[in-house]
């Protein structure tokens, strides 16, 4: 990463080409360090355990409904204004 990031510079390429040098640099990380954890570790295998997780959903549903309400009555405003004045208005 730090070569390609110098090599940009040097060359004055713009912002596309320093997020795919950051991009391909993680990707190359994260396949590095699957194959390390494979290596070393066996592959999880995921299990659903509904006994566990049925009363945590149930008390935490009401969390979850409140957040979304939330999340609406944050963003109805952008959507009134854009309706009632126009998307200028919004940016």
């Known amino acids: 990463m730090l070569a390609g990031t110098l090599i940009g510079i ?10 795919s040098v ?9 396949v590095q360090t699957l194959l390390i954890y494979v290596w070393k570790f066996s592959i999880p295998k995921i299990e ?8 945590k959903i149930k008390e935490a549903w009401p969390f979850g409904v409140t957040a979304l309400f939330m999340n609406i009555y944050f963003l109805i405003d952008s959507v009134l204004l854009s309706i009632m004045v126009g998307t200028t208005v919004v940016g």
């Open 10 to 19: 040097y060359y004055h390429f713009n912002v596309i080409y320093f997020a």
């Open 22 to 30: 950051y991009v391909f640099s993680s990707s190359i990380i994260l």
């Open 48 to 55: 659903f355990d509904r006994s566990f997780w049925k009363p």
